[in-house]
Structure formats: C-alpha cells, structure tokens
C-alpha cells in the first residue's frame, strides 16, 4: 500500500469518526397534534433518547429556539396546520437550519412526502409505526447529524489556523497577501481609499537580549493587543513576520491614517509592558504609511511605499510616524 499523505491521513480519521459516533441521548422533538400517538413514539425512543412532544405546532419555532434539538419527528397530520411549512419554519431557526426532520406519514401522504423529500426534509417514517424501524431512522439521523456538526467545527478550526498567527492571534502573512489584492482592487474601482500601515518595533533585538525570548513573545502578544485596541473591526491587522506589523484601513485617508498610525504609536509607548505582573520595561514602534494614489498603484507599490516610510522613520530616530 502507498503511504498517505497528512492531508490524506486527516480526511480518513474524519471517515472513520462517522463510524464511532453514537446516537445516544439524541435530542428529539416530536410535533404532533394526536397527545396519544405522540407519546406512543416517545416511548418507542425514550430508552435511547432524550424526547420532548409539542402539540402545538404554532409554537414550533419557539420550542426550537429555546433547545437544542437534534431531530424533529414532525406528523403529517396536524389538524389545521401544514406540516411542511412547521419544517420549513423550524429550518429559519439559526441553531436549527440543518436539523434533521423526519416526517411521520400515512400511505394517503405520499406525494407530499416526496415534494418534501425534494425540499430538504430528510427522511419519512410510514404510519402506523414500527418500533425497531423507526428507532434504525432516528440513529441514522442523529448520528448523521452529529458527524455534520463534528466536521463543520474542524473545518472552521482549521481554517482558523490556517489564517491566523499562533502567538499574537492576528491575521497571518498569507492571509494578508491575499486580502490585500482583494481590498486594492475593490478600492481602485470604486474610487476609494485605502490605507496601509507598516509597523516595526524598536530595537526589539535587545528585548530578547536583554529579557529573553520568552518576555519578547510577551511583549509581542501585549503590543498586538494594544494596536488592535486603536483600530477600527474592519481594519485588517496582521503579523507580517518576526516583530512587524501591517494594518489595511478601507475607506480611510490621510489624516485619518495618520490619527490612527499616530494613537497606535502612542499607545504602545507610553505605558509600561507589564510580565507576570511586574512593571518591565518600555517599547516604542515606528510607523509607515502608504496609500493608494493612482489607479496603476498595486498591492506590491503599495508595501514598497509604506516601507520606504517606516525605513525614513527608523533613520530619523524611531518611534514615530511618517506618512
Ligand atoms: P529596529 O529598531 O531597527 O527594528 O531594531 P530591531 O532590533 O527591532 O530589528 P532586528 O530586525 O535587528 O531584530 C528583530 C528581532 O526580532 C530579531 C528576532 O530575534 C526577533 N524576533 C523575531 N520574531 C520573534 C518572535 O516570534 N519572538 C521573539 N521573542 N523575538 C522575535
Ligand atoms: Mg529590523
Ligand atoms: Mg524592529
Ligand atoms: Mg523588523
């Protein structure tokens, strides 16, 4: 056999986990107008599940909103409603929009059952209902269910690693890289400004050297902190690399950039870096700043001109802005 690769290793651990989850303690919701035939189901599935019965279908997204099911077992039958549009009215529910519903259906119900079948419902049990049938259906549902919710959190955390930088929590350099060209084309077109600013700390060498390595992460982690506190939620602030910084501001021109660049300078000198809650030590940063000022500007004119500024700004002695 070849050997897998990591990616591949990943993608079959993931298979397998759909094979190791259980359905057990599912949480189940039973939407039924007939008291007796609901709770008939609910002892059918009440060994192996948590199942709560509501008789009032005008009261279906309520009951939703206030649990978190993981199955609704909703009757085709509900005196004056249409249960179809009970499963669609539950699906509007944020937490519940991929909720499993299966429908409980009489033959007289078929052609309905496979439109809904069409539209998303899930699966369908025949009336009169068979124990061991209908607990196989709500397993399969669950367990379905649980595997979906499993694999959307891994992926969402593996994109989040994948996009952010360990120590500080910022926005990486690919990301970066990436949402620049986004952002500049999108302003170019539109006729709008963009800001970039690049900050490096000051002699942050002699922080290492001088503390050691691991205050120098401190001090990483605090200074990030401080510069995400004095930009805006849709300013874009990434770690370019060792103790550099770079922040993309849409919509925002040069005395605004300047502002900014100038209460982030601030704000990281001024008060003392504090490890293990101790007063430490002092850092400043310098800043450059660049814009986009003409339609052939592109995202590497862009980077070279703010770094020309912060080059200007270390050479006439840091810890300052130049624009
Ligand atoms: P300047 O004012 O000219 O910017 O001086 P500087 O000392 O800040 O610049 P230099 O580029 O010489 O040194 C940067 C230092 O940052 C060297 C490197 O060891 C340190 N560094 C880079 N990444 C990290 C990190 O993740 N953690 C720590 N603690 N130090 C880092
Ligand atoms: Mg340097
Ligand atoms: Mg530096
Ligand atoms: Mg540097």
């Known amino acids: 056999a070849r050997a897998l690769t990591g990616q591949q290793l990943a993608i079959e651990d993931a298979m397998r986990a759909m094979d190791t989850i259980s359905a057990q303690g599912g949480k189940v919701l039973i939407i039924d107008t ?22 009032e279908p005008a009261d279906a ?35 519940s929009r991929h909720l499993p519903i299966i429908l409980m259906a009489d ?3 078929k052609p309905r059952v496979m439109r809904a079948l069409d539209l998303g419902v899930n699966d369908f049990i025949s009336r009169p209902i068979e124990r061991n049938e209908l607990k196989a259906r709500v397993r399969t549902q669950v ?31 690919r990301y970066f890289d990436r949402h620049l060209n986004v952002l500049l084309s999108k302003a170019q ?22 503390y050691g390595h691991d205050v120098g992460d401190v001090v990483l982690k605090e200074f990030s902190a401080r510069m ?42 001024e008060k003392t870096f504090e490890i293990n809650g101790q ?9 450059g700043v660049s814009f986009n000022e003409s339609l052939s500007d592109t995202a590497e004119s862009l980077i070279k001109r703010a770094d020309l500024a912060l080059y200007r700004a270390k050479r006439e002695g840091r810890n300052r802005v130049i624009l």
Do not use: W
Not at 279 to 287: A, D, F
């Open 143 to 173: 367990r379905r269910h649980r595997y979906a919710m499993e694999l959307r959190e891994s992926v969402n955390n593996s994109i989040a690693m994948a996009v952010t930088d360990d120590l500080t929590g910022l926005y990486n350099r």
């Open 107 to 109: 033959d007289g119900d």
């Open 34 to 55: 007939d008291k007796r035939h609901a709770e008939r189901v609910q002892g059918y599935l009440s060994e192996e599940h948590k199942v709560d019965i509501l008789l």
């Open 228 to 269: 995400k506190r004095n930009i805006r939620g849709v300013d874009l602030a990434c770690r370019f690399g060792g103790e550099e910084f770079v922040v993309l501001m849409p919509d925002t021109d040069v005395s605004n950039a300047e502002l900014v660049a100038e209460r982030v300078r601030q704000a990281v000198g």
């Open 279 to 287: 007063k430490l030590l002092t850092v400043t940063v310098s800043v």
């Open 189 to 210: 077109e539109q006729e709008r400004n963009l800001a970039v600013m690049i900050l490096d700390i000051d002699h942050f060498k002699s922080v290492n050297d001088t």
């Open 61 to 95: 997204v309520f009951q939703v909103s206030g649990a978190q099911y993981e199955l609704a077992l909703v009757s085709m039958s509900l005196n004056d409603f249409d249960p179809l549009r009970v499963a669609s009215q539950i699906r509007t529910v944020d937490h």
